[in-house]
């Protein structure tokens, strides 16, 4: 795979200004000017309209710095502070040198990966995998939350005209939950069991229900996320504190247990369960990004053939997948937006609520532009 265009980060625009909530550390979120970025050859600058808020960006927020870079970055040369906002739509603003396939207007999302294109990974195709990869909004090359950003071209996706930006704006984590279904031996007639019903969670069963699965059974504890999971169309609803998972799951599929596993919750209890509910040579697809390390018994696995595999963020072609199949009714996440507020008011109202208030959350989308 050809390297993510030559490209570097954006330089002023002079002596022009833009607002930008930007991380610094933990707990430390400021709501800041910065220079307008100026767009280069192969590039575009956008003003974003509407960006959610990410459970890694809460995170970084809470104790990071993780993800984002304390020395610079292999690929940006970036380190915090950083503008943060990876989930987002916006619509092109202006062009550079040899970019004949946007105009101004275009309505676009940000698939946010940055990948070398060069390692043995990306050569194979495989960019989320890339051995020095990072992402928009968490690594450099700016963020969504800000009035302005410049991308390179590969990063752009168009929305069709029934697709509103706002909704957009759940491509990226929507494309995550396709990602792991894709990646997963999940095949028609397959019963299902998803750990958790938080974004990722109600990601999957979007997924899930666009191929048709008729099985899926959702293990969560809040009240507000079990009537979510079953909005976007679980056909069952356990509560660990409450309901035997394992048990629950062989009643329901044939006395052997679900197919397939999509931990979607990284907890120790989940994964304990979810080895004991999948059945003989069925598969535990984790999603999660765990907090502390997991332990396996591997004797677990051994005696019924059982298999346990990973996935991370998407590869090119899930964005399109998931703009299509929004486009065409088969998901309709919209109703995942429960919260919508303004650029500044980002950390009392977006962060604040979902760390204080997240089981009565799924996506809390800030208005940059709204895309006017």
Not at 158 to 179: I, Q, T
Request: glycine content about 12%; proline content about 6%.
């Amino acid at each position: 795979m050809a390297p993510q265009e030559t490209y570097s980060a954006p330089v002023s625009g002079g002596n022009r200004t833009m607002k930008a909530v930007r991380f610094h550390g933990e707990l430390d979120l400021r709501y800041e000017d910065l220079a307008i970025p100026k767009v280069g050859k192969g590039q575009v600058k956008l003003r974003p309209a509407w960006v959610g808020i990410c459970g890694t960006d809460l995170h970084e927020y809470l104790d990071g710095p993780n993800i984002c870079p304390t020395t610079p970055h292999p690929i940006t040369g970036e380190k915090v502070p950083l503008t943060l906002g990876h989930e987002f739509s916006g619509v092109i603003e202006e062009v550079g040198e040899g970019v004949d396939d946007y105009k101004p207007g275009d309505r676009v999302v940000v698939q946010p990966i940055i990948y070398d294109g060069t390692c043995g990974a990306c050569l194979e195709g495989l960019i989320n995998c890339c051995y020095s990869n990072g992402f928009i909004g968490l690594s450099g090359w700016g963020g969504g939350l800000a009035e302005h950003i410049v991308v390179p071209t590969s990063t752009l996706y168009r929305l069709p005209d029934n697709v509103p930006l706002d909704v957009g704006a759940l491509v990226e984590p929507l494309s995550v939950g396709w990602h792991a279904v894709k990646v997963s031996p999940f095949k028609s007639g397959d019963s299902v069991l998803i750990l958790g019903g938080g974004p990722i969670g109600l990601a999957v069963i979007q997924a899930l229900k666009a191929r048709g699965c008729e099985k899926i059974i959702v293990s969560e504890v809040s009240p507000r996320r079990k009537e979510f999971a079953k909005s976007f169309g679980a056909h069952y609803v356990l509560d660990p504190t409450k309901d035997d998972i394992v048990t629950g799951c062989k009643e329901l599929c044939e006395k052997q247990g679900v197919h397939v596993v999509f931990d979607c919750a990284g907890v120790q209890a989940g994964l304990d369960q979810a080895i004991h509910a999948v059945r003989a040579r069925g598969t535990i697809v984790n999603v999660a990004i765990w907090a502390k390390p997991a332990v396996i018994n591997p004797n677990d696995l051994v005696f019924k053939e059982r298999h346990y595999t990973a996935v991370a963020t998407f590869v090119k072609g899930d964005f399109q997948d998931v703009i299509d199949a929004i486009s065409a009714g088969k998901m309709n996440p919209k109703s995942m937006i429960t919260k919508k507020i303004k650029l500044n008011e980002v950390e009392e109202k977006g962060f604040k609520t979902l760390i204080n208030d997240k089981d009565n959350q799924v996506k809390v989308l800030v208005e940059v532009s709204g895309g006017l």
